[in-house]
């Protein structure tokens, strides 16, 4: 009796299409929240900084303020925006990282073949980590009251809407720079030499006004500054202080002694993070 060979299988692969690069967008979106929540050292470490920066240096410049006769302004207040931008970087950049670990693992090339396009991938990617980091930022919102913020809902939305703004622009950024390195050392090197310059020339620990001439260009020239501003002109807008002291600690972005309306600013973080997004996916595509 003969026996007969087995017939192939035929394997279809679907054409790509808008509805497939859709749902590739909400997986990878689902997948970036179900890890973060499911790491619950990384929430707490990652809460941890901004909280102490928030509270222990906010209160001991604060002592420090007072004693050489400062009056009116809480620095803690001050730097409440700062804190909140702050947190959304390191959560963000940090999201950006599991990109390295997934291509040390071989994860990364298992989604970049499958029949979707690169760049849905890279979008959920960006979108994930930002509602991430925006998560993450709604905690440090949550403790205004402690810090002489009020808990008006105009003011809370708006600080958390600008959050996203900024999240999305540097999970775009962290998500371009993870495209081509190839280990995690490397990647937080670079996220090291990148993020702290960008923190401390935004203006986020010290007022932007009477600065030195060639520091004050390098905090316009940064991009952060246009994403920590807004914040501070938000919680600013709902406190009560003498014009003097306004001026001082919310002097805002001037371009030759032009003040950068708010409208403009959050519209350039916009423009650079799909910029950056854009940028990201031509690595991508470019990759293996």
Same mark, same amino acid.
């Given at each position: ?7 192939? @299988? $035929? ?30 050292? $990384? ?16 209160? %001991? ?7 050489? %006769? ?38 990364? $090339? ?49 600080? @958390? ?14 998500? +371009? ?25 935004? %203006? ?33 807008? $709902? ?27 959050? +519209? ?21």
């Amino acid at each position: 009796m003969t026996a007969t060979a087995p017939q192939p @299988v $035929r394997v279809q692969v679907p054409p790509r299409s808008l509805r497939h690069d859709l749902r590739a967008v909400k997986i990878v979106f689902h997948r970036e929240v179900l890890r973060f929540a499911s790491e619950r050292m $990384r929430v707490i470490s990652s809460l941890i900084q901004p909280v102490l920066w928030l509270l222990v240096l906010g209160t %001991g410049l604060s002592s420090l303020m007072a004693t050489g %006769g400062g009056d009116g302004v809480d620095l803690k207040t001050f730097i409440f925006p700062g804190v909140c931008a702050m947190t959304v970087m390191f959560t963000a950049m940090f999201s950006a990282a599991s990109i390295v670990w997934d291509r040390e693992f071989g994860f990364l $090339r298992e989604m970049l073949v499958a029949p979707v396009s690169r760049g849905a991938i890279v979008i959920g990617k960006c979108l994930g980590g930002a509602f991430v980091a925006t998560a993450q930022g709604v905690v440090i919102v949550a403790l205004a009251g402690l810090v002489g913020v009020p808990y008006h809902p105009a003011l809370m939305l708006t600080l @958390v809407g600008e959050l996203f703004l900024g999240a999305f622009a540097l999970t775009a950024f962290g998500v +371009l720079l993870a495209a081509r390195i190839t280990n995690m050392q490397s990647f937080f090197a670079v996220m090291q030499m990148a993020m702290m310059p960008m923190l401390f020339l935004s %203006g986020a620990l010290y007022p932007l006004s009477g600065l030195p001439a060639w520091l004050g260009v390098l905090t316009k020239l940064n991009p952060l500054t246009y994403a920590v501003d807004p914040m501070r002109q938000a919680v600013f807008s $709902r406190l009560q202080l003498p014009p003097e002291l306004e001026r001082a600690f919310n002097a805002g972005v001037t371009w030759n002694g032009w003040p950068v309306p708010v409208w403009l600013q959050l +519209l350039m973080v916009a423009a650079m993070g799909l910029g950056l997004l854009g940028l990201a996916i031509v690595q991508f595509r470019r990759g293996d």
